[in-house]
T-cell receptor
Framework: DQQVKQNSPSLSVQEGRISILNCDYT??????FLWYKKYPAEGPTFLIS?????DKNEDGRFTVFLNKSAKHLSLHIVPSQPGDSAVYFC??????????FGPGTRLSVLP | DTGVSQDPRHKITKRGQNVTFRCDPI?????LYWYRQTLGQGPEFLTY????????KSRLLSDRFSAERPKGSFSTLEIQRTEQGDSAMYLC?????????????FGQGTRLTVV
């Protein structure tokens, strides 16, 4: 039973355009959500997070939106750059416990 | 470099052998996690420590797996009698837990290949 879902295995976007990566979760106990970026042969790198008391968090080109009623969050990257090409993982935790990861979305930013 | 360090980066072993991996967390971090990642999947939780106490273990962590964190510093993950299904990337992460919300920082992982 996958508690964190990323239904798009891959996404291609033109350089300079917006990238939108989506994530859905099923466990209503989750109260903290994170996005990680992963390059091949490296560990995941923390990007941005949001707690359940907020619906938006912004950090430079990255913005995360949380819709608690729909159990949905999304990561927006504007403008997209070729260096953003990587696998993006959505993760969630509840009660300060361990993190549950989605299967990832491979983003390709085309020059 | 003050990030999470894992050793070795790669390990090839024969089926049935024992292997041990080491993780050195960010020095002031009190929580340490082990995850496993296979191709096309996200990281899967194995276990975590708060200081030296092992607080949670996943059902993925069979009795062939054991993890320790003596003195609340570095951690080791041992796999006994390795099987081909153990081939994966083993990831360690650490975090500083004080409030309710805190992100984890990952090391570069140890890629295990069982032949």
């Amino acid at each position: 039973d996958q508690q964190v879902k990323q239904n798009s295995p891959s996404l291609s976007v033109q350089e300079g355009r917006i990238s939108i990566l989506n994530c859905d979760y099923t466990n209503s106990m989750f109260d903290y959500f994170l996005w990680y970026k992963k390059y091949p042969a490296e560990g995941p790198t923390f990007l941005i997070s949001i707690s359940s008391i907020k619906d938006k968090n912004e950090d430079g080109r990255f913005t995360v939106f949380l819709n608690k009623s729909a159990k949905h969050l999304s990561l927006h990257i504007v403008p997209s750059q070729p260096g953003d090409s990587a696998v993006y993982f959505c993760a969630a935790s509840g009660g300060g416990q361990n993190f549950v990861f989605g299967p990832g979305t491979r983003l390709s930013v085309l020059p | 470099d003050t990030g999470v360090s894992q050793d070795p980066r790669h390990k090839i072993t024969k089926r049935g052998q024992n292997v041990t991996f080491r993780c050195d967390p960010i020095s002031e971090h009190n929580r340490l996690y082990w995850y496993r990642q296979t191709l096309g999947q996200g990281p899967e939780f194995l276990t975590y420590f708060q200081n030296e106490a092992q607080l949670e273990k996943s059902r993925l962590l069979s009795d062939r797996f054991s993890a320790e964190r003596p003195k609340g510093s570095f951690s080791t993950l041992e796999i006994q009698r390795t099987e081909q299904g153990d081939s994966a990337m083993y990831l360690c992460a650490s975090s500083l837990v004080g409030g309710r919300y805190t992100e984890a920082f990952f090391g570069q992982g140890t890629r295990l290949t069982v032949v």
